[in-house]
Structure formats: structure tokens, C-alpha cells
Nanobody, 125 residues
Framework: QVQLEESGGGSVQVGGSLTLSCAAPAYTAKLNCMGWFHQAPGKGREIIGSIYRDGSIAYIADSVKARFTISQDNGDNTVRLQMNDLTPQDTGMYYC??????????????????WGEGTQVTISS
């Protein structure tokens, strides 16, 4: 298990922006895939996007591709999710997930070995 800690959630109005951060231990040869997930109220957790250790984007959901950006800063081992033009449908818990030993294509899969506790995002009209 890898300890992950999300931050940056909050309440914003429709059309606003938020940046979520996930603090992770340093990438190692085994921990090589990170991702962000969204769980809307009353629904299951869905993958938003994944980033591989080389910084390449393994997956980004079509529903957010034009509005969200995943990035990583290897200097402080942080993976970020920049969310723009937020809508009420973006409300929910956002989780960071980590996987170990993944080849690049498998980083696009929604399963993870470790999860953070999540951070709440609320979009109001």
C-alpha cells in the first residue's frame, strides 16, 4: 500500500476552476502509474484520467478532455488535476489512485493498488 493524500477540493460556482493535488511518494520502479477518479453522489467511482511515470497521459475521459488536465511534478512527487469550466455534474468526491508494476497501456485501466481518502468538490449554480 502506498499512502496518498489529496488536497485542493472545495466549493466553486459553475464555470469556475479548481486544482486538485495528490502527494505521493517518489516514483519508483514499481510505483509508476497515477490517476484521478470521480465519484458523484449516489454513483460509483469512475476514472477521469491516468498519467504514467514518464509524464505521458495514459488515459483521459472524453467527458472532461476539453476541461481537465492531469500533470505531474516529479520535483515534489505531486500529481495534479486542473479542472476548468466546472459544472454541477462535476460535484462529488475526487480520489487519487496509484498502481505499481504497470506497463503503460495498463495505466489506462481503472483499477488501482492504493487510494487516497478523497477530497470533496461541490459546484453550485
Amino acid at each position: 500500500q502506498v499512502q496518498l493524500e489529496e488536497s485542493g477540493g472545495g466549493s466553486v460556482q459553475v464555470g469556475g476552476s479548481l486544482t486538485l493535488s495528490c502527494a505521493a511518494p517518489a516514483y519508483t520502479a514499481k510505483l509508476n502509474c497515477m490517476g484521478w477518479f470521480h465519484q458523484a453522489p449516489g454513483k460509483g467511482r469512475e476514472i477521469i484520467g491516468s498519467i504514467y511515470r514518464d509524464g505521458s497521459i495514459a488515459y483521459i475521459a472524453d467527458s472532461v478532455k476539453a476541461r481537465f488536465t492531469i500533470s505531474q511534478d516529479n520535483g515534489d512527487n505531486t500529481v495534479r488535476l486542473q479542472m476548468n469550466d466546472l459544472t454541477p455534474q462535476d460535484t462529488g468526491m475526487y480520489y487519487c489512485g496509484a498502481a505499481v508494476g504497470r506497463v503503460r497501456w495498463a495505466c489506462a485501466l481503472p483499477d488501482r493498488d492504493s487510494w487516497g481518502e478523497g477530497t470533496q468538490v461541490t459546484i453550485s449554480s
